[in-house]
């Protein structure tokens, strides 16, 4: 019989799932020296982080890396208690992260979702559908009764295809990607088809942000 899949139905996805690979050694007390994980690496904001916490304590953090800041608790502080309440008043300090521009694409459900500052160069997009109907129908030959023929099982197939033509979208300065998806969405695009479009936008260099794919 007919069948009708709408997305992806058998698939499964673990949200910041992720498989241990070594143990992590709880710290020694009496170390001195403590180390600050990015969840999300980033050079400017490990810059940030350790220009704020050397404002407020003097000299004791060190940007390692995008995703590490070492610190070293002052000698007043070494006490376990202090060097406890150290790290605390650190975790209260507010620091603004640089954000880098995202656009996230469940391609499973299509999903979009875009931040508002997202940039796209100035491009022409042209972007044309080609749908395949295919419609199957059983059909049984039933012979008169006692005239010892046989019932046969057969399939009917139609099959339609319409070739739309591709509709074209002019960008003549750098715009929102909001902007994009509002244009895009007046001459009908399906989801499917703006997913589509922001890859190739990425691929052309027109896409000023990162494309995360699920």
Do not use: C, W
């Not at 099982?153 to 909001?178: M, P």
């Amino acid at each position: 019989g007919n069948k009708i899949v709408n997305n992806y139905t058998l698939v499964g996805r673990i949200p910041n799932g992720g498989k241990v690979v070594n143990r992590v050694e709880a710290p020694d007390a009496n170390n001195r020296e403590v180390y600050l994980s990015l969840t999300n690496p980033d050079f400017t904001t490990a810059y940030r982080i350790a220009e704020r916490i050397n404002i407020k304590y003097g000299l004791t953090a060190y940007p390692m890396d995008g995703g590490t800041v070492k610190l070293v608790v002052p000698d007043s502080l070494s006490h376990q208690i202090n060097r406890m309440k150290f790290i605390s008043d650190i975790g209260q300090l507010q620091v603004v992260p640089d954000n880098n521009a995202r656009v996230v694409i469940n391609e499973k459900t299509g999903t979009i979702v875009a931040g508002k500052h997202v940039i796209v160069e100035p491009v022409a997009i042209a972007h044309g559908t080609i749908t395949v109907d295919i419609q199957s129908k059983p059909v049984i030959s039933q012979p008169e009764p006692f005239s010892g023929g046989e019932t046969i099982y057969t399939q009917e197939s139609r099959i339609n295809i319409n070739d739309e033509k591709a509709r074209v979208v002019h960008l003549k300065g750098a715009v929102y990607l909001s902007d994009v998806a509002k244009a895009l969405n007046k001459i009908g695009a399906t989801p499917r088809d703006i997913i589509a479009i922001f890859q190739a936008l990425k691929q052309a260099g027109a896409l000023r942000a990162e494309l995360i794919i699920l």
